[in-house]
């Protein structure tokens, strides 16, 4: 990126301490316990590449405008996720 867009290099290198600091692992409970009580979720989508966005839980009753608009934002970020994931986002022509 510093090369072909100009951005500027960090200031220094960022450790894995520093990292680890920053993840906060309790956000990944759903995760945890879905593969400690080896619970399938029903798949929402899944992307061109393969990669899956799967069920999630929302505060929001299935049928509702406010459901919908959180389902298409969650199917948004999670194709975005994918895209990451498999390089394609990587890619000069990526939308």
Do not use: W
């Not at 072909?4 to 450790?15: D, E, H, L, N, Q």
């Not at 906060?24 to 899944?46: C, F, I, P, S, Y």
């Not at 590449?49 to 405008?65: H, K, L, M, Q």
Request: charged share 30%; aromatic share 10%.
């Amino acid at each position: 990126l510093t090369t072909k867009c100009g951005v500027p290099a960090p200031p220094k290198r960022i450790t894995q301490k520093v990292v680890n600091d920053f993840i906060d692992t309790g956000l990944q409970h759903n995760k945890k316990e879905r593969e400690k009580g080896n619970t399938a979720q029903r798949v929402l989508n899944t992307f061109d590449n393969g990669c899956t966005a799967n069920e999630y839980d929302s505060d929001f009753r299935e049928g509702t405008a406010e459901h919908a608009h959180e389902e298409s934002m969650y199917l948004k970020a999670m194709k975005i996720f994918c895209d990451f994931k498999s390089g394609e986002a990587y890619k000069s022509d990526y939308e």
